[in-house]
Nanobody
Framework: QLQLVESGGGLVQPGGSLRLSCVVS????????IGWFRQAPGKEREAVSC????????DYTDSVKGRFTISRDNAKNTVYLQMNSLKPEDTAVYYC?????????????????WGQGTQVTVSS
């Protein structure tokens, strides 16, 4: 059965860094594009980043460009989100998900297999 499990969230001060991990099971990473998403209290879920099935294409929402980096380790069946220069507005529950299109997109509705999420809090 398909499963995605996020980890690595926590409390960090503004300007700090965190690395989130998404371990997938039940399928190989080259089967689906994988995306990272976040949802803050009272707000809609938004796409943050994605990586294509072959790992050669990535995309980011404008607010995280230059600060976040998505990567993958096929041997570990894991996708990472390195988050640097974190801001209080990055506070949210972060989710990873597998998409059903061939391409990597930062569009929430293009993903239909979700993990349970990990909390990221950026605060002094």
């Amino acid at each position: 059965q398909l499963q995605l499990v996020e980890s690595g969230g926590g409390l960090v001060q503004p300007g700090g860094s965190l690395r989130l991990s998404c371990v997938v099971s039940g399928f190989s990473l080259d089967s689906y594009p994988i995306g990272w998403f976040r949802q803050a209290p009272g707000k809609e879920r938004e796409a943050v980043s994605c990586i294509g099935r072959s790992g050669d294409r990535t995309d980011y929402t404008d607010s995280v460009k230059g600060r976040f980096t998505i990567s993958r380790d096929n041997a570990k069946n894991t996708v990472y989100l390195q988050m640097n220069s974190l801001k209080p507005e990055d506070t949210a529950v972060y989710y990873c998900a597998a998409g059903y299109l061939r391409a990597c997109t930062v569009v929430v509705r293009h993903y239909n297999k979700w993990g349970q999420g990990t909390q990221v809090t950026v605060s002094s």
